[in-house]
């Protein structure tokens, strides 16, 4: 399936297939499976595996939804959002350092990455950036401080996440 280049875009190709796009929002960079041939025609661009052996079956959908995800990085950018659920529990955010409250007997500090850029909205916790990839590690790092427990559903979570729910202790009759 062709990847359609928007306007505004520009895909470059050198030697040992490092693809950099430029767009709006920045610049991406990767180097893909060399194996893979990838073409530039107009507005779109192809990938095409040399054969049909099973890994490049797989390294085919690999490379062009890598690009692909580069391509919408750098167009429209991708978000996460995640909730701060629990009693005292918070989050705050000073210039690029974000501050969790989370129960811990201290508040845990984190910083934003480079190109990436978090924000704080009551109790959910923004992360915007080009990179796919980074922006999704980042999401599970800050998520990984204090992940959704089963019996009250504290912690924190990601907006879209449904959290297994259990039922507590029962007390002796």
Do not use: C, F, W
């Amino acid at each position: 399936m062709p990847i359609a280049v928007p306007a505004g875009v520009t895909v470059d190709i050198a030697e040992n297939n490092h693809v950099t796009v430029k767009g709006p929002k920045g610049t991406l960079e990767r180097t893909l499976p060399a194996e893979m041939e990838l073409s530039l025609e107009g507005a779109e661009l192809t990938v095409k595996r040399p054969n049909d052996l099973k890994r490049m079956k797989s390294l085919h959908g690999l490379t062009r939804t890598l690009i692909n995800n580069m391509v919408v990085g750098v167009t429209e950018g991708y978000t996460k959002e995640l909730e701060v659920n629990g009693v005292g529990y918070r989050a705050a955010k000073q210039g690029k350092n974000l501050t969790l409250n989370l129960g811990y007997s201290h508040p845990v500090e984190m910083t934003d990455p480079e190109g990436l850029e978090s924000t704080v909205d009551g109790n959910k916790i923004i992360v915007k950036g080009i990179d796919k990839e980074k922006v999704g590690q980042y999401a599970a790092e800050i998520r990984s401080k204090r992940p959704p427990e089963p019996y009250k559903g504290k912690g924190i979570k990601y907006v879209n996440e449904t959290i297994r729910r259990k039922v507590g202790k029962t007390g002796k009759k």
